[in-house]
């Protein structure tokens, strides 16, 4: 069974502060892909990442960034100089069968 | 234009009427997706259909049946109504890379209220 856990319900950081949520996966997969998703106070759900297993390099866009470990099954996020937009629920997904973790619900105060 | 839409947006109701909520996708996908996400925002997937199959159907009472008639169409009907139904239902499309399921794409959401 594939499974995601998000241990962190709520962070609370201040502007600027950088943030890493973090994202621990099971699955007796091989072959698989991880995803975070974004979710504003808007409501919809916004992709930002997809990973590989194949490729654990880590990736870096703009302020993001993920770290995919494979050897301690995580697929942490970082937010560097944190912003109030920056304020949202995360989520991490799992596929083949798209599991979602809780989501971790971060805010940041001006 | 909307790649992923839903409507409608809002759907209030009250308890045992039966509704329907449509969702299309023109991003050519094969395969499309209905979530639930309930009030702490977990979010849970209910059915799956690749190509008009039905693919993944997690444990969901039978009151909910989906319905796709065209590969760019996933329709979810709902009968007799219950509070705990009370929720927002995503739609979503992805297209299947041998098997692994790829980026899903999803749609703005519904929010359903049972009175």
């Known amino acids: 069974a594939q499974k995601v856990t998000q241990a962190q319900t709520e962070i609370s950081v201040v502007e600027k502060e950088d943030v890493t949520l973090d994202c621990v996966y099971e699955?007796?997969?091989?072959?698989?892909?991880l995803f975070w998703y974004k979710q504003p106070p808007s409501g919809e759900l916004v992709f930002l990442i997809r990973?590989?297993?194949?490729?654990?390099q880590n990736e870096i866009s703009g302020r993001y960034s993920w770290n995919f470990q494979k050897s301690t099954s995580s697929f942490n996020f970082t937010i560097t100089a944190s912003q109030v937009v920056d304020s949202a629920v995360y989520f991490c997904?799992?596929?083949?069968?798209?599991?979602f973790g809780a989501g971790t619900r971060l805010t940041v105060k001006p | 234009d909307t790649a992923v839409s839903q409507t409608p947006k809002y759907l209030v109701t009250q308890m045992g009427n039966d509704k329907s909520i449509k969702c299309e996708q023109n991003?050519?996908?094969?395969?499309m997706y209905w979530y639930k996400q309930d009030s702490k925002k977990f979010l849970k997937i209910m059915f799956s259909?690749?190509?008009?199959?039905?693919?993944i159907n997690e444990t969901v009472p039978n009151r909910f049946s989906p319905k796709s008639p065209d590969k760019a169409h996933l329709n979810l009907h709902i009968n007799s109504l219950e509070l705990g139904d009370s929720a927002v239902y995503f739609c979503?499309?992805?297209?299947?890379?041998?098997?692994?399921?790829?980026?899903?794409?999803f749609g703005p959401g519904t929010r359903l209220t049972v009175l």
């Open positions: 979503a499309s992805s297209q299947d890379l041998q098997g692994v399921t790829d980026t899903q794409y």
């Open positions: 699955t007796r997969d091989t072959t698989y892909y």
């Open positions: 990973r590989n297993s194949f490729d654990e």
């Open positions: 997904a799992l596929s083949r069968d798209m599991r």
């Open positions: 991003l050519g996908h094969d395969t």
């Open positions: 259909y690749n190509n008009k199959e039905l693919i």
